[in-house]
């Protein structure tokens, strides 16, 4: 051990021991590699996505039947209160910024994220938050309604604590969000590979940069509007008070900025993860990288100006509602590009059908059928009839449950083998997504059927004689569905992870990104040596510089190799010698056939 | 009996919405059927290549792929016939939205109907509406000696938690003659609701005369509606305001216009008569218990 001199210019490694690991679950909750974060983001949010769905086969239970008097509406109007928080702030989020933590860096070839402790620290004011809005069941839950729309969540209105712990829940959530789109802007700028230009970027990288940039946009807005909320709740603050010239309006303002961009953010990542889906499993280049990227930031830009679509019957001014009119409609040509290029991209290819790729394309199905109805609520006077009725809310859910749900388990069921090495489970995923698809078409077309009747949201009961009762029994029952599909699969996922399938070596899929370049499941650092970068889709040029290589060798009939080198150990080992080029990668690391554990 | 087993089925398919009975409900419904061929089409059309896509390309024995990419330019098309499809929409939304904004004068069977034609009030927008509503068009109802004479018919809509009370015009601020829960209004007659609330937010929405908009406590917003037939049309509110919310509903009654002057003219009496009776009882509730200060004085 002599100290470093002059001469000896080589960094070297200094430690004063070994770091003893301490039991999993505590190493898995303490480490800031963006990894074991990612994971904690994916558990908790699948967790909370659990529960968000009992929370709605709930209040369809109550819906099932008109005048029910099963739940009380003080008890309805608490689910109804944590059910959408739930589903958007505390699993569809979370579950997308999860998965774009694990995956990105490994995509973009860094070998962690720019601020990792920054990245831990948005994880757990993130848990934190979702805690404080449960912890409130202790007590009183929250009982003001969807997005907590003042004057009702006022002190008047609202005189206890649960609307308080909503509104701490939902801020600490979202500034977790916001640290984390800190990191994730930072990293995706500073720590690509060499090579790894904008535009040959994978399209879910590109997918978390819009996010990344939204969040640090509308994570604020929310707090701010959540904060003022607070200080007019305690301490006699009159930013939404119309008795003191405050602007009730203002809130509904700021809050549908928010949750706009949340549903932007859901049908982003989604995007970005069917957007890499496909390509692998039609075996085929996107069809338009460029196109795609292009889409995402429009979609970005576009889609949080169209927030007062939500808004057409608030006393607006005219040209607001048009202004926002318009932004929603060119939605349409972003939306409708990806569409086709989505379908560009199975077309002429060789489609393998497994279980990610059947939840890719019923995502696409389902957000498409979500946005086409968005697309007619876009329309102000279509809005006066159907915003805020049932009809609205399906095609909300739509976009939701397709994106998030669906979609989510789609990037799920893709990226599984490289998180833990096995196969999430085929056959009983398809059973789920199979009941997924059912329980949401059915539910949606039954009450968009009942909007049409003029059933409005949020209602704990409904009156005999309106003409819904038909329709809120079968969306009851389809609701049942939905929901035990979802937990269907949520439990197949927990099941697989320690008894699942292993995967084929390291790159099942044939994947064309670099993510699949790393071990199942990736050590600390991702990668030994990180391949040159020259394309869009580098495990590609590797597979094909080796094949290349292979054909032009010819082998002496003496010498030939071994059928099939010794399984691979499951810790971590190097995965390439060589840090040149990709041309002189070891072959077997790189496509992941050669070393299969059955 | 079986005439209902039928009704139930066919009524179970129906994606219309319910049958306008003004001219804005009209174009709403209008805009809507025009919409709903769109998403239908849109959702054909998508789902349909997708599924043909995926039948045609799924993986077999002995296919490979064939891996091309767009070229430069080979989504203009796409983009182009998008747009132009937005475009479109847009100019048909920003069409519709002003055909339902803009407020019909009263028709030849309405109230009043020899003075509507000189009045003939564009749609406003809700802030134009109240800071319009002083000097152009609010006044004049509310302080006309005779409100049979003037038109369109102003009618302030209060809602609380969880009714609404409906103001007809005439009589002093304060003293107007109003209902709870039920609206009546003369059939074929331009109604103009100021809508306001005393607590939460609310909205108003009777979907066979119009669309829903918002009642916001310190705000005024103006809707209308004209309604062509006699009837009773039920409405209900679309926005969250706590434990009451399912009941927050209303209705219209349309009547005769006769049946209307008939029936305002009854219930300004009887609510005379009702608050002469809560005088009478104030008094004499007042008095003894003012003989027993006295007595207790001494």
Not at chain 1, 267 to 273: E, V, W
Not at chain 1, 413 to 430: A, D, M, N, S
Not at chain 1, 555 to 567: G, I, K, M, N, Y
């Amino acid at each position: 051990m002599t100290p470093p001199t002059a001469s000896q210019v080589r960094p070297e490694v200094v430690t004063r021991g070994v770091h003893a690991p301490a039991k999993p679950w505590v190493e898995r909750a303490t480490s800031a590699d963006h990894k074991a974060v990612g994971l904690l983001y994916i558990a908790t949010s699948l967790s909370f996505l659990s529960l968000a769905a009992v929370e709605f086969a709930l209040l369809r239970l109550q819906l099932i039947v008109p005048e029910n008097s099963l739940i009380q509406p003080e008890i309805f109007n608490r689910l109804l209160s944590t059910a959408p928080v739930t589903l958007v702030v505390l699993a569809a989020i979370p579950l997308a910024l999860g998965l774009i933590g694990y995956i990105v860096p490994l995509q973009i070839g860094a070998r962690s994220v720019a601020f990792p402790r920054l990245n831990q620290l948005s994880y757990w004011l993130y848990l934190v938050g979702g805690v404080t809005i449960y912890a409130s069941f202790l007590y009183t839950a929250p009982e003001t309604g969807t997005i907590s729309l003042p004057p009702l969540s006022d002190a008047v209105f609202a005189p206890t604590n649960g609307t308080d712990s909503w509104i701490a829940g939902t801020a600490l959530a979202t500034l977790g969000f916001v640290c984390f789109a800190i990191n994730l802007v930072v990293t995706l700028n500073r720590l690509r590979a060499p090579g790894v230009a904008w535009r040959r970027m994978p399209l879910f990288a590109w997918a978390a940069t819009v996010i990344g940039w939204l969040l640090v946009v509308i994570g604020p807005v929310m707090i701010a509007a959540l904060t003022m909320l607070e200080i007019d709740r305690h301490f006699d603050g009159v930013f939404f008070d119309p008795g003191e010239g405050g602007a009730p309006l203002l809130y509904e303002h700021l809050a549908y900025i928010y949750f706009t961009g949340a549903y932007l953010i859901v049908f982003l990542a989604a995007a970005g993860a069917i957007s890499e889906i496909l390509p692998t499993f039609a075996r085929k280049p996107v069809f338009s990288h460029r196109a795609v990227a292009a889409s995402f930031v429009a979609i970005g830009i576009l889609g949080p100006l169209a927030w007062m679509q939500n808004m057409y019957e608030a006393p607006l001014n005219e040209g607001w509602t048009i202004m926002a009119m318009a932004f929603a409609l060119a939605l349409v040509v972003p939306v409708g590009v990806l569409l086709y290029v989505w379908i560009a991209t199975i077309w002429g290819g060789t489609l393998d059908l497994r279980a990610a790729t059947w939840y890719a394309l019923g995502a696409i199905s389902i957000m498409a059928c979500g946005l086409a109805g968005e697309l007619s609520y876009s329309v102000v006077p279509v809005g006066w009839l159907l915003d805020d009725t049932t009809a609205s809310q399906g095609s909300t859910l739509y976009v939701l449950v397709g994106g998030a749900v669906i979609g989510g388990f789609a990037a799920l069921h893709y990226w599984f083998p490289k998180v833990c090495g096995r196969l999430l489970g085929e056959g009983l995923g398809k059973a789920a997504l199979a009941l997924m698809f059912i329980g949401i078409n059915l539910y949606v077309l039954m009450m968009f059927m009942a909007g049409l009747e003029g059933q409005p949201v949020d209602v704990f009961q409904y009156f005999e004689g309106t003409g819904v009762d038909g329709y809120n029994l079968v969306a009851s029952l389809a609701a049942f569905l939905l929901v035990g599909g979802i937990l269907l699969e949520l439990g197949n996922a927990a099941y697989s992870w320690n008894n699942g399938l292993r995967a084929r070596g390291h790159d099942p899929w044939r994947g064309a990104t670099l993510e699949w370049f790393a071990l199942s499941p990736p050590p600390p650092h991702n990668f030994d040596a990180v391949p040159d970068v020259r394309s869009t889709e580098p495990m590609h040029d590797i597979r094909e510089s080796i094949r290349r290589r292979t054909e032009a060798f010819v082998a002496p009939a003496a010498l030939e190799r071994p059928p099939s080198p010794a399984p691979r150990p499951a810790e971590p080992v190097p995965a390439t010698a060589e840090t040149s080029a990709s041309e002189t990668t070891d072959p077997d690391a790189a496509d992941g056939g050669g070393s299969s554990v059955a | 009996m079986l005439a209902l087993a039928w009704a139930g089925p066919a009524h179970a398919i129906s994606i219309a919405p319910e049958e306008a009975h003004s001219p804005n409900a009209d174009a709403i419904n209008t805009s809507y059927w025009v919409m709903i061929v769109v998403v239908i089409a849109v959702i054909v059309v998508v789902n349909a290549a997708l599924i043909a896509a995926v039948l045609r390309f799924r993986e077999r024995r002995g296919r490979e792929p064939s891996r091309f990419a767009a070229g430069r330019g080979a989504l203009r098309p796409v983009v182009g016939s998008l747009s132009v499809l937005a475009l479109v929409i847009f100019v048909y939304g920003v069409i519709m939205t002003e055909d339902v904004r803009e407020i019909e004068p009263s028709g030849p069977n309405g109230l009043g109907a020899a003075q509507t034609a000189q009045v003939g009030i564009k749609g406003l927008p809700a802030s134009a509406a109240i800071e319009g509503s002083e000097s152009a068009t609010g006044e004049e109802p509310v302080t006309g000696a005779e409100p049979t004479e003037t038109s369109p018919l102003q009618i302030d809509a209060i809602a609380q938690q969880w009714l609404w009370r409906f103001e007809y015009p005439g009589g002093q601020p304060g003293q107007r003659t109003f209902s709870y829960g039920e609206l009546v209004v003369p059939v074929d007659t331009t109604v103009i609701l100021d809508l306001t609330s005393t607590d939460v937010l609310h909205s108003w929405w009777v979907p066979a005369l119009g669309g829903q908009v918002q009642a916001a406590s310190g705000d005024v917003t103006r809707t209308w509606f004209k309604a062509d037939e006699e009837g009773r049309y039920a409405g209900r509110s679309t926005a969250f305001s706590g434990t009451g919310y399912p009941v927050m509903r209303s209705w219209v009654r349309v009547v005769s216009v006769p049946e209307y002057l008939d029936y305002v003219e009854q219930l300004t009496a009887d609510l005379r008569e009702a608050q002469g009776i809560v005088q009478r009882r104030q008094a004499e509730e007042a008095t003894p218990e003012a003989a027993t200060e006295s007595e207790g004085a001494e």
